[in-house]
């Protein structure tokens, strides 16, 4: 698919580097610094769209032509045209591949002829506003992809990793596995992609062919980076709040009070997940079956089977703590292996929304503000939660160190 006549390409230019090509109907082209898919995925991320996404939120809730009214002013739709269309200049500094695709994408948009419908103003409104949010929903969809992919993922293989992604979203493992792409000892790939998600995908089905470099999260930024070695690796060289990651962090995980969790409960409570997680399946409809992650009756059955005699191994003294936690965490659900050291990774509320629903979006998800009670205080009160705020609670346990005891 053409974009106008011009087209998004990706061209190796060296072993594991490559180049985004933005290819204009008149021939010319502009090749964007050569990077690896691992850098442009996390620069990908970490986009600011904020004030883009305010402006598209000012056109959709305060421009005239959406006022409810039986006839629209054709003067006001092209009022509307004319804001819309110089929204994308916001990005071509910051994001040159969404500015060009969002160019096509809107001058063909525009091409579409009135049918003579009452709604056809509204409709084209619509589509041009659906157009411009395409940069937001790729970029959500693909931190939620690293928040599922590689978050507590740092002791796993490439293969590993890749193999989780499929778990929790099986149509986007299907869409970025590397076995689809060419050799990588093929002389310089070129690969056409059709949106910027498919942007994405092809990086990570890129990323997924090498193991030289490897996504991580800084425990205390929270950030996405690349470790310079193989070490597991806990902190970035970012400078955050005037401080290192690395020296903040440092100071803040002291402050961590980790739970002394024995071997045999770890081993329960990984039980009791993975039943929890047979029952749903079980009780689920085929078509919700979808957002959950797979547990049918064999596979909890070959689950369980393995943990009990793995527990009878261990409790012969036949195996240390670190093979038993390692040969019962088959999915990868622990943070590590170390005697008495063993922490479950909690699937907090936060995270079973992202795994349900890889478009989930924070921004539209909480209310500006909400009346909240908890029952469970001595004196309940009613108290107003801002959206940052009901964030933070569902995200409890599974934070930043930054975010966890920064204000200390």
């Given at each position: 698919?053409?974009?106008?006549?011009?087209?998004?390409?990706?061209?190796?230019?060296?072993?594991g580097?490559?180049?985004?090509?933005?290819h204009?109907g008149?021939?010319?082209?502009?090749?964007l610094?050569?990077?690896?898919p691992?850098?442009?995925?996390i620069?990908?991320?970490?986009?600011?769209?904020?004030?883009?996404?305010?402006?598209?939120k000012r056109?959709?809730?305060?421009h005239?032509l959406?006022e409810?009214?039986?006839d629209?002013?054709?003067?006001?739709?092209?009022?509307?045209?004319?804001?819309?269309l110089?929204?994308?200049?916001?990005?071509?500094?910051t994001?040159?591949?969404?500015?060009?695709?969002?160019g096509?994408?809107?001058h063909?948009?525009?091409?579409?002829?009135?049918?003579?419908?009452?709604s056809?103003l509204l409709d084209a409104?619509?589509e041009?506003?659906?157009?411009?949010?395409?940069p937001?929903?790729?970029q959500?969809r693909?931190?939620n992809?690293f928040e599922?992919?590689f978050?507590?993922?740092?002791r796993?293989?490439?293969r590993e990793r890749?193999?989780r992604l499929?778990?929790v979203y099986?149509?986007?493992?299907?869409?970025?596995d590397?076995?689809?792409?060419?050799d990588?000892?093929?002389?310089?790939?070129?690969?056409?992609v059709?949106s910027?998600f498919?942007?994405?995908?092809?990086?990570?089905?890129l990323?997924f062919?090498?193991?030289?470099?490897r996504i991580?999260r800084?425990?205390?930024?929270?950030?996405w980076f690349?470790p310079k070695?193989?070490?597991?690796?806990r902190y970035?060289?970012?400078?955050?709040?005037g401080?290192p990651?690395?020296q903040?962090?440092s100071?803040?995980?002291?402050?961590?009070?980790?739970e002394?969790d024995?071997?045999?409960?770890v081993?329960s409570?990984?039980?009791?997940?993975?039943y929890a997680r047979?029952?749903?399946w079980?009780?689920?409809?085929?078509?919700?079956?979808?957002?959950?992650i797979p547990?049918?009756?064999?596979?909890?059955?070959?689950?369980?089977?393995n943990?009990r005699?793995?527990?009878?191994e261990y409790l012969?003294?036949?195996?240390?703590i670190?093979k038993?936690?390692?040969?019962?965490?088959?999915?990868?659900?622990?943070?590590s292996?170390?005697?008495?050291?063993?922490?479950?990774?909690?699937?907090?509320?936060?995270q079973h929304?992202?795994t349900?629903?890889?478009?989930?979006?924070?921004?539209t998800?909480?209310?500006?503000?909400?009346?909240?009670?908890?029952?469970?205080?001595?004196?309940?009160?009613w108290?107003?939660?801002?959206?940052?705020?009901l964030?933070?609670?569902?995200?409890?346990g599974?934070?930043?160190?930054r975010?966890k005891?920064?204000?200390?």
């Amino acid at each position: 698919m053409a974009f106008g006549g011009s087209q998004l390409l990706m061209i190796e230019e060296g072993v594991g580097r490559f180049s985004t090509v933005l290819h204009y109907g008149d021939g010319t082209e502009t090749h964007l610094p050569v990077t690896t898919p691992a850098k442009d995925l996390i620069t990908a991320t970490e986009i600011d769209y904020r004030k883009y996404r305010g402006e598209i939120k000012r056109l959709r809730d305060e421009h005239p032509l959406f006022e409810d009214r039986l006839d629209i002013p054709v003067a006001d739709f092209e009022d509307f045209v004319a804001e819309a269309l110089l929204l994308p200049s916001m990005l071509e500094k910051t994001d040159p591949v969404s500015f060009f695709v969002l160019g096509g994408l809107l001058h063909r948009s525009l091409q579409t002829e009135d049918d003579g419908s009452a709604s056809f103003l509204l409709d084209a409104a619509g589509e041009l506003l659906y157009i411009l949010e395409e940069p937001i929903r790729a970029q959500i969809r693909l931190r939620n992809i690293f928040e599922m992919t590689f978050d507590g993922m740092e002791r796993a293989t490439q293969r590993e990793r890749f193999e989780r992604l499929c778990q929790v979203y099986p149509d986007v493992g299907r869409l970025c596995d590397s076995a689809s792409l060419p050799d990588v000892e093929q002389r310089q790939r070129a690969f056409r992609v059709t949106s910027i998600f498919g942007l994405r995908l092809l990086e990570l089905a890129l990323y997924f062919q090498q193991d030289t470099q490897r996504i991580a999260r800084c425990d205390y930024c929270w950030g996405w980076f690349i470790p310079k070695t193989k070490k597991v690796t806990r902190y970035c060289d970012r400078v955050t709040d005037g401080f290192p990651c690395k020296q903040r962090g440092s100071r803040f995980k002291r402050n961590l009070v980790e739970e002394q969790d024995g071997a045999l409960r770890v081993y329960s409570q990984l039980r009791d997940r993975m039943y929890a997680r047979f029952l749903r399946w079980q009780d689920a409809a085929p078509t919700e079956r979808a957002n959950l992650i797979p547990m049918d009756y064999d596979q909890y059955t070959t689950w369980s089977e393995n943990a009990r005699l793995a527990r009878m191994e261990y409790l012969d003294g036949k195996l240390t703590i670190e093979k038993f936690l390692r040969r019962i965490d088959t999915t990868h659900e622990l943070k590590s292996y170390e005697a008495d050291k063993a922490e479950l990774v909690e699937e907090t509320v936060w995270q079973h929304m992202v795994t349900g629903d890889f478009n989930f979006d924070a921004e539209t998800h909480y209310p500006e503000t909400m009346q909240v009670l908890d029952l469970g205080a001595e004196d309940p009160k009613w108290e107003l939660q801002t959206a940052d705020e009901l964030r933070r609670e569902d995200q409890k346990g599974h934070q930043s160190l930054r975010e966890k005891y920064g204000k200390e």
